[in-house]
């Protein structure tokens, strides 16, 4: 769903930026997820902070998601030559063939999404055998008192996530790294079957 105005405000953010320079980033490199040499997908891409960030790991290429015009407009802006930005909801990846995709990569977009278990499947069948889903988000009882604080209109029901990982193991990913701190779970799960 779309962000509100207020998380939009949020989300485009110094202090955004900083969270992802100094946790975010240095989570993914530290999970040594495979981004060089190969296709990769971001779904809910924002205004392409992260496609700066992956494409400075040198992708043989990069296509980049998100359902608000709004931010895709932004993302173009930053003229990423290697790039490509689609507006595209992430539960209909009808665009991209089964099976063509090496990495996808989610930097906390599928707690806005109701229908995330359908993401979930639609990484599964795009990616290749032994391909790559990396998933950061936060936990659903933690997005509940957020939600109390500052009002930023997500789900009512949002993830939560043991129900995030065991959609993970049904859809044939087995997760090879993980994180936890109390409020977010990153983690980096690999198509096997
Ligand atoms: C919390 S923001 C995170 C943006 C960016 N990944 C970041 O780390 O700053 C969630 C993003 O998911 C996008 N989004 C929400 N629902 C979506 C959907 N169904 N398909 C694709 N993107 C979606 C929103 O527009 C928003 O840009």
Redesign the pocket.
Known sequence: ???SER?FRA??SVF?RLV?RTV?FPIFRHFDVPVRGMDVL??????G??AQFLLGMAPKSYVG????PE?IALARQRRLEAAEFHV????DLGRFASAGIDTVV????L???R?WRQ?VAECARVLKIGGWLYVEEPEGAILNFWELLFRWGHPDEPLTLRELRAELASKGFTIRRKRRSIAFGFYAAQKTG
């Open positions: 769903m779309r962000l998380e989300m485009n955004r992802q975010e971001e779904i809910g891409c924002g205004t902070y992260g998601i998100d359902l608000m931010q595209q909801d992430a539960a989610i930097f906390g977009a707690h806005h999404i229908a993401v």
